[in-house]
């Protein structure tokens, strides 16, 4: 990673363990899916609206754990409540410029 800040969501699942969203970075060439991490299984995709539905916000004190991880492997990060829908349309656009470039 580099000194960019990125976005991050913490979340709780009712088994008490924390995901990390970041609703900026897409994870297929559509953009429906954000980068996800979790301490067990690390990076992978998500449905951001399923996971939001499916957990509660996550205190500091709880996801401090997951959060000193991304910090350790180089993230920077910006932790925000919910991600708007200009959010949502930079995920998307990133995704269409993947697309398009060219192979």
Not at 51 to 65: C, G, L
Not at 70 to 87: C, E, F, M, N
Request: charged letters at 25%; glycine letters at 6%.
């Amino acid at each position: 990673m580099d000194n960019e800040t990125t976005l991050v969501i913490f979340r709780r699942w009712c088994d008490g363990d924390i995901i990390a969203l970041f609703p900026e970075i897409p994870t297929d060439l559509n953009g429906w899916y954000c980068e996800a991490y979790e301490h067990v299984g690390q990076h992978g995709g998500a449905d951001y609206h399923g996971v939001i539905q499916a957990s509660r916000p996550a205190t500091d004190e709880e996801a401090t754990s997951l959060a000193q991880e991304l910090t350790r492997i180089g993230y920077s990060l910006q932790p925000i409540k919910r991600a708007s829908q200009a959010v949502h349309e930079r995920r998307r656009a990133t995704a269409r410029a993947f697309r398009a470039a060219p192979v």
